[in-house]
């Protein structure tokens, strides 16, 4: 990075510090990208940057082999405005952020969208899973990526999405370690090469490795009372707890519970074997007769 860019950076940083002690007390805005914020090269994709109702003033902000700054307007019912890019090169990958004019003051900055644009490098690397991409929760899997050409940086995907830090254990150039290996591990990864100078524009993707975990899932047993049925046939209901949104935002993960219950047609009290899991809930009638 150079001199002159980092001392851009810093002033841009030190201007938006500024703004953000200046209006404090406007509500931070959010930002996404849609379908996602690893993109290939020549693909679509459109930023969202959302606020409080009423904003009709944003700007996006881009930090990457150039700082840009993008303006756009909107009629604020919705509180949303996006940015819409037709082809993205390397040149539209970077850190993003939004910021919003209201009450004649801007708000503080976005928490950062890095957008990486793939494809930039015509290298294909290799990924392969040590000792084998078939383990049970608990054990450890490495997954090895290698390449004809030299990248000082290696990235790893998981169904599409950036894979960060904190979802392995270590990582050595071009290996990654996760360990121990849990069910949330499961997935499709690929791996990509890149460089320090331009962080966000990766290789093509290596091949794909499905990482398959098996093991049980934990479950805390309690003993309640419930209700029996005089059926032998229980209807069956399932009530997804989803949250509604409105908004998909793929860089933050949304934990969703399921619960599921037997409903029974006549009742009295009868002892059962309550099982509450991580993934879902289930309650089991111990004794069906009347």
Known sequence: ?????????????????????????????????????????????????????????????????????????????????????????????????CIYWKQGVWSGRSDPLDLVVTGVYKDTPSLTALPDPNVTSGENVTLLCETSQYYEIFNLTKDGRNVSPQDFLRQDHNTFLISPVTLAHGGIYRCYGSSKIYPHSWSLP??????????????????????KSSFPVMDFQEENQYDVLEDIQPEKDRQMAMQVSFSLPTYSQAPVTFHRCSLFTLYLHADRSP
């Not at 379908?35 to 700007?59: D, E, N």
């Not at 930090?63 to 996006?82: A, H, P």
């Not at 290596?206 to 419930?226: A, F, W």
């Open 1 to 97: 990075m150079s001199l002159g860019f980092t001392f851009l950076l810093g002033l841009v940083f030190c201007l938006e510090q500024r703004i953000w002690a200046k209006n404090g007390l406007l509500p931070q805005p959010s930002i996404w990208a849609l379908p996602g914020a690893v993109i290939p090269q020549g693909s679509s994709v459109t930023i969202h940057c959302r606020g409080p109702p009423g904003v009709v003033r944003w700007q996006l902000l881009r930090i990457g082999t150039f700082i840009s700054r993008y303006d756009r307007t909107s009629d604020g019912s919705q509180g949303v405005s996006t940015f819409f890019i037709q082809s993205v090169t390397y040149i539209n990958a970077g850190i993003y952020y």
């Open 206 to 227: 290596s091949n794909p490795v499905k990482l398959l975990v098996t093991g049980n899932i934990d479950c805390e047993t309690e003993n309640q009372v419930k209700y």
